[in-house]
């Protein structure tokens, strides 16, 4: 399956962007989902992840309350709806599907998502 990520830009802190990540080559319902980020000169870290059916979410703590996973399997696609944005949620946003193996095998290519003070 290839993803492809999208909607990330430039934003004051507070306000809000929604992310997609798209899929093709591959039935979206067959994966969980998750998305990462990577801040300059720090590791990838996990922000969130949706099970196939949508059923049950997970947050990362630095998140949990401000951002919303969802998916529409439908679309073949999955959304970050991220809220109150803070400098410290600078960075390069990727989507990841796990093909139930528990691991991410696949990858999209990154967002940039900017926060200002």
């Known amino acids: 399956v290839q993803l492809q990520a999208s909607g990330g830009g430039l934003v004051q802190a507070g306000g809000s962007l929604r992310l997609s990540c798209a899929a093709s080559g591959g039935t979206l319902s067959s994966y969980a989902m998750g998305w990462f980020r990577q801040a300059p000169g720090k590791e990838r870290e996990f922000v969130s992840r949706i099970s196939r059916s949508g059923g049950s979410t997970y947050y990362a703590d630095s998140v949990k309350g401000r951002f919303t996973i969802s998916r529409d399997n439908a679309k073949n696609t999955v959304y970050l709806r991220m809220n109150s944005l803070k400098p410290e949620d600078t960075a390069v946003y990727y989507c990841?599907?796990?093909?139930?193996?528990?691991?991410?095998?696949?990858w999209g290519q990154g967002t940039q998502v900017t926060v200002s003070s």
């Open positions: 990841a599907a796990d093909p139930s193996t528990g691991m991410y095998d696949f």
